[in-house]
């Protein structure tokens, strides 16, 4: 009998220390600020593999694609250089919230930087007037007007003497691409190669 109750007694404390366990938590994030001053939302790397695999979520009444599925549109690799998974998460402009990823390709001082947000419609992207009323002028940049396929709009702006700049593009009425290029001026010229590795087609 002392046996059972021994027994018992050890049975009734892990079961009550199993129940004193924290909850397994799905998702850490922290707030950081952007080079643009705005608030974005950072997916902690030892939490990435618990974050939702749900393609949309419904952001004031619009469904967005989630932050961390926008990186399904980034290449892998540009120039034999793999992508680093910077942040994603939500943020906010003048005319509603949106959801936002930022992803580099850097090497040897030579940097790539790219920025996809999903606005829903172009009706609550602030700067779409400017990608159609693009300047004439800026002073000490080149702007340029890109040729590019239906449903994809953009400009260039380039500066020459210090081989940098970014192509700015709005895509099926939908998501903005900012593209920050800093040492590869070969770019300047084979824009295209560069915006269509981004898969907005599926």
Same mark, same amino acid.
């Given at each position: 009998?002392? &046996?059972?109750?021994?027994?018992?007694?050890?049975?009734? $404390?892990?079961?009550?220390?199993? %129940?004193?366990?924290?909850? @397994?938590?799905?998702?850490? &994030?922290? %707030?950081?600020? %952007?080079?643009?001053?705005? =608030?974005?939302?950072?997916?902690? @790397? *030892?939490? &990435?593999?618990?974050? /939702?695999?749900?393609?949309? $979520?419904?952001?004031?009444?619009?469904?967005?694609?989630?932050?961390?599925?926008?990186?399904?549109?980034?290449?892998?690799?540009? !120039? *034999?250089?793999?992508?680093?998974?910077?942040?994603?998460?939500? =943020?906010?402009?003048?005319?509603?919230?949106?959801?936002? %990823? =930022?992803?580099?390709?850097?090497?040897?001082?030579?940097?790539? !930087?790219?920025?996809?947000?999903?606005?829903?419609? #172009?009706?609550?992207?602030?700067?779409?007037?400017?990608?159609?009323?693009?300047?004439?002028?800026?002073?000490?940049?080149?702007?340029?007007?890109?040729?590019? #396929?239906?449903?994809?709009?953009?400009?260039?702006?380039?500066?020459?003497?210090?081989?940098?700049?970014?192509?700015?593009?709005?895509?099926?009425?939908?998501?903005?691409?900012? $593209? @920050?290029?800093?040492?590869? /001026?070969?770019?300047?010229?084979?824009?295209?190669?560069?915006?269509?590795?981004?898969?907005?087609? *599926?």
């Amino acid at each position: 009998m002392k &046996k059972l109750g021994i027994i018992a007694f050890l049975l009734l $404390i892990m079961i009550s220390c199993d %129940s004193n366990e924290p909850e @397994d938590v799905d998702l850490i &994030k922290d %707030s950081t600020k %952007s080079n643009s001053g705005l =608030t974005e939302l950072q997916f902690n @790397d *030892n939490v &990435k593999h618990k974050v /939702s695999k749900e393609k949309t $979520i419904e952001v004031e009444g619009k469904e967005l694609i989630t932050p961390n599925r926008l990186f399904d549109f980034y290449p892998s690799s540009i !120039k *034999n250089i793999k992508l680093e998974k910077s942040s994603s998460g939500q =943020t906010r402009s003048g005319l509603g919230r949106y959801t936002t %990823s =930022t992803g580099v390709y850097e090497t040897k001082g030579k940097l790539i !930087k790219v920025r996809v947000s999903d606005y829903y419609s #172009k009706e609550f992207f602030p700067d779409y007037q400017l990608m159609i009323d693009l300047p004439n002028e800026d002073p000490g940049f080149i702007l340029t007007r890109l040729d590019l #396929k239906e449903g994809y709009i953009g400009y260039m702006r380039w500066e020459e003497n210090y081989k940098y700049g970014y192509i700015s593009l709005f895509i099926q009425d939908r998501f903005h691409v900012l $593209i @920050d290029i800093e040492g590869f /001026s070969d770019l300047k010229d084979s824009y295209k190669d560069l915006v269509y590795k981004f898969n907005f087609e *599926n």
